[in-house]
T-cell receptor, first 109, second 114 residues
Framework: GQNIDQPTEMTATEGAIVQINCTYQTSGFNGLFWYQQHAGEAPTFLSYNVLDGLEEKGRFSSFLSRSKGYSYLLLKELQMKDSASYLCAVRDSNYQLIWGAGTKLIIKP | GAVVSQHPSRVICKSGTSVKIECRSLDFQATTMFWYRQFPKKSLMLMATSNEGSKATYEQGVEKDKFLINHASLTLSTLTVTSAHPEDSSFYIC??????????FGQGTRLTVV
């Protein structure tokens, strides 16, 4: 079956760096998405990776290794507003979108 | 970006009644639609996936007879919570996906069952 794994919850300190991992086992691969969601709000799109390597967007970066079925989202210079859930989703060979359960990130002062 | 309209944004209903939540894409056609719910202080939980022309696929533990999903067209999906109970009170959110881009989310519906 298809499966995406993310840690359920992580805690980090304001100003620090945190890495949220996502591993996947899917029927083929056609891209990986990261979303951020604050409770009670709609998720917002953060990044998209389809080739191996690192994509940087300001304080956020996303990395992909297709051979390892692995991605991570790296958040630098953490701010309190980064406290949110982070969702990983993979598009498989049929262009179906498979969702991870999300990682709740807690930022402490 | 693409727009997904979800309504109502908030609804309060009496226990035992049914509530319908509508999700509509305004400027694109969606081949796949997802429905989620989120309990307080918890992550989004996928309830079901609906592809064009086929019945919805429900996640384990989600009662298909209680949460009726109608993928009416490529631009409209509805979720009906039947015989709602206080434990169904939650934040429900839809997502629509074309297959070519990222998924787009509605703004969510806060359901309170009293």
């Amino acid at each position: 079956g298809q499966n995406i794994d993310q840690p359920t919850e992580m805690t980090a300190t304001e100003g620090a760096i945190v890495q949220i991992n996502c591993t996947y086992q899917t029927s083929g691969f056609n891209g990986l998405f990261w979303y951020q969601q604050h409770a009670g709000e709609a998720p917002t799109f953060l990044s998209y990776n389809v080739l191996d390597g690192l994509e940087e967007k300001g304080r956020f970066s996303s990395f992909l290794s297709r051979s390892k079925g692995y991605s991570y989202l790296l958040l630098k210079e953490l701010q309190m507003k980064d406290s949110a859930s982070y969702l990983c989703a993979v598009r498989d060979s049929n262009y179906q979108l498979i969702w991870g359960a999300g990682t709740k990130l807690i930022i402490k002062p | 970006g693409a727009v997904v309209s979800q309504h109502p944004s908030r609804v309060i209903c009496k226990s035992g009644t049914s509530v319908k939540i509508e999700c509509r894409s305004l400027d694109f056609q969606a081949t796949t639609m997802f429905w989620y719910r989120q309990f307080p202080k918890k992550s989004l939980m996928l309830m079901a996936t609906s592809n064009e022309g086929s019945k919805a696929t429900y996640e384990q533990g989600v009662e298909k007879d209680k949460f009726l999903i109608n993928h009416a067209s490529l631009t409209l999906s509805t979720l009906t919570v039947t015989s709602a109970h206080p434990e169904d009170s939650s934040f429900y959110i839809c997502s629509m996906y074309t297959g070519n881009t990222e998924a787009f989310f509605g703004q969510g519906t806060r359901l309170t069952v009293v």
